[in-house]
């Protein structure tokens, strides 16, 4: 119950396509799910996030749609560049003092 | 954001040594900083959560004695891998959670190579 899970676990996408994530959860507990962008060699950087009171959150290219009652969460990037080529991860968090739930990951890579 | 750094970035230690990585929270305070590890194209793994001034809750599985963690200061915490052995080579990285907001701040990963 405490899993998140996430797919597809590759993509490849052109220049200028929209990439989109999935992540799925089952603790209705969760109250905070951000999405990070991780580089070879490098920790994970925070994106964006959203709580479950709000249904879409854009910020610049990248927008997060969340479903409550399916439990489901997407992370989508408009117009994206190789620049974008990265590993993403989905997380869940039960409340503030909580840890982190990470998805399996989604190794990005968008072709020039 | 807020900026999390980590120490060594990568570090080779020969097997049955210990290796001490360091996290510091360099603008803000940290209550509580989390210490993961992470394989090759696998996702990150909570190994434990460290909490300033008192001991480190460890996740099933993760052997307190091998990963000696240390929270002393606000600003600092230590993961010590003790008694290093080739299978404890991996990727470990350190969050700090930002006061308030809650929200987590990642270092940049010590990668550890045993030999």
């Known amino acids: 119950q405490q899993q998140v899970k996430q797919s597809p676990q590759s993509l490849i996408v052109q220049k200028g396509g929209i990439p989109i994530i999935n992540c799925a959860y089952e603790?209705?507990?969760?109250?905070?799910f951000p999405w990070y962008q991780q580089f070879p060699g490098k920790g994970p950087a925070l994106l964006i996030a959203?709580?479950?009171?709000?249904s879409e959150k854009k910020e610049g290219r990248f927008t997060i749609s969340f479903n409550k009652s399916a439990k489901q969460f997407s992370l989508h990037i408009m117009d994206s560049q190789p620049g974008d080529s990265a590993t993403y991860f989905c997380?869940?968090?039960?409340?503030?003092?909580?840890?982190?739930?990470f998805g399996q990951g989604t190794e990005l890579s968008v072709k020039p | 954001g807020a900026v999390v750094s980590q120490h060594p970035s990568r570090v080779i230690c020969k097997s049955g040594t210990s290796v001490k990585i360091e996290c510091r929270s360099l603008?803000?305070?940290?209550?509580?900083m989390f210490w993961y590890r992470q394989f090759p194209k696998q996702s990150l793994m909570l190994m434990a959560t460290?909490?300033?001034?008192?001991?480190?809750?460890?996740e099933q599985g993760v052997e307190k004695d091998k990963f000696l963690i240390n929270h002393a200061s606000l600003t600092l915490s230590t993961l010590t891998v003790t008694s290093a052995h080739p299978e404890d080579s991996s990727f470990y990285i350190c969050?700090?959670?930002?006061?308030?907001?809650?929200?987590?701040?990642f270092g940049e990963g010590s990668r550890l190579t045993v030999l």
């Open positions: 997380a869940a968090r039960v409340n503030q003092g909580g840890k982190l739930i």
């Open positions: 603790n209705t507990a969760f109250d905070y």
């Open positions: 460290s909490n300033e001034g008192s001991k480190a809750t460890y």
């Open positions: 603008d803000f305070q940290a209550t509580t």
């Open positions: 959203i709580r479950p009171d709000v």
């Open positions: 969050s700090a959670r930002y006061p308030n907001t809650g929200e987590l701040f």
